[in-house]
């Protein structure tokens, strides 16, 4: 890649994407220099995170439905907005990992700061960030944590914690599973388990006896649940295997394992893991990565500076299969070709289409306008190889102006990464 091409894939893989004037003074300052400003934003002298919820409009009644549209609409614009791209990817990339849905939590406060956790100590020590989530009300929700007791403990949570979230198939077992509802139990909420009134221990509901977990006797409570977590041999593969595949599309064997060394030797320090796998994207080690609904309509609306109507925007994201907030199970959202099913493709090309109406006036609307179709990949921020013959052939075929724009952001090189 040439210093351009590299920026560029930096800012489409590790953030939402760049203006065309943004991109030219990214490419200035070099690929090196780009990644250390997205790992550090502050000291780069990046605006400080701004937060667009407002919580007079997130009332703590699981039955507000406005307060739903509110919740995912605005975090929606701040992935459109954000002056902190890495921040605010890496928080999507947690939403996507440690699910929790307003399907079953209900109130959209609670989800938002979810959210709002993701992006204070996303890019933090793992440790605190499993210690965060594991008592953060929304999940205690949705994994039906807040609800576990000595009597009957709950192993939802317990389940997930090892398969899903750390460890991965096969290097548990049901024992272990057991093992650690027993010692995570007497975690609830306060008020009487009514939303929004916090977190608190209740030592009578609480199971204190010793545990052989993972290998690790005398596990009792959350803190040495998450000490024999944080040791297990699986543990930094696989977290590095969710970072190279969300960044990179790659879990190669060698890959892996190179950026779990460097995830241990960090100290288990998360933004320390994302710069080895980024660095690794800019050495070659990257394949091509189908991008999901909500990133794909980040960039473009980034790239485009296009405001689509609120309404419209929920209404075609949910046709795709991808809405911030909702995803389909705890597993998150499926990936990769997953996004070309027929019926998610059709929604996208009619957002696409809703974005190239709402273009203003400018470099990418005048770009689509001529009959340059390099000029077009060029100010939509892709490689310097452009649009490929087919994709080339369906421009030169389509009116010049929004439907071209329409059109060239659902070819393949706009939808891949």
Known sequence: ??????????????????????????????????LDRLLDPDGAGAPATHDLWD?????????????????????????????????????????????SSLDKVRV????????????????????DLLHDITLDPAMLIYLDLRDSNRIVPNENYSRELLELFTLGEGNYTEADVQAGAAALTGWTLRRGGAPGGGVRFVEAAHDGSQQTYLGATGVHDLDTVLDAVMGHDAMPGFIAATFASELLGSTDDDLVTALAGEFVAAG?????????????????????????????????????????????????L??????????????????????????????????????????????????????????????????????????SAAL???????DRLAVALITPEFMIA
């Open 108 to 127: 959209a406060r609670l989800l938002v700061n979810q959210v709002r956790l993701f992006r204070a100590v996303g890019l933090g020590g793992f440790r």
């Open 318 to 391: 949910r046709g795709t299969g991808q809405l911030p907030l909702l995803p389909p199970n705890v597993a998150g959202w499926p990936g990769g070709t997953a996004w070309f099913a027929a019926s998610s493709l059709v929604a996208r090309s009619n957002l696409a289409a809703a974005l190239a109406g709402a273009t203003p006036a400018g470099e990418v609307l005048a770009a689509a306008a001529g009959d340059d179709l390099a000029v077009l990949a060029d100010v939509l921020g892709l490689p310097a190889e452009g649009f490929g013959t087919d994709s």
């Open 55 to 99: 919580d007079e409009q997130l009332p703590l009644d699981p039955r507000d439905r406005e307060a739903r549209l509110h919740a995912v609409l605005r975090w929606l614009e701040l992935i459109s907005t954000t002056e902190q791209p890495l921040v605010d990817r890496v928080a999507w990339l947690w939403h996507g990992h440690f699910v």
């Open 268 to 316: 288990f320090d998360v933004r320390a893991l994302v710069r080895a796998t980024l660095q690794a994207g800019l050495d070659g080690a990257a394949a091509p990565l189908v991008l999901g609904p909500v990133p794909w309509f980040g960039i473009a609306g980034r790239v485009t500076g296009a405001a689509v109507a609120p309404r419209t925007v929920l209404r075609l």
């Open 396 to 402: 030169a075929a389509t009116p010049a102006g929004r």
């Open 1 to 34: 890649m040439n210093e351009r091409d590299a920026v560029a894939w930096l800012h489409r893989r590790a953030g939402f994407g760049l203006p065309p004037d943004e991109l030219r003074a990214a490419a200035a300052r070099g690929p090196q220099a780009e």
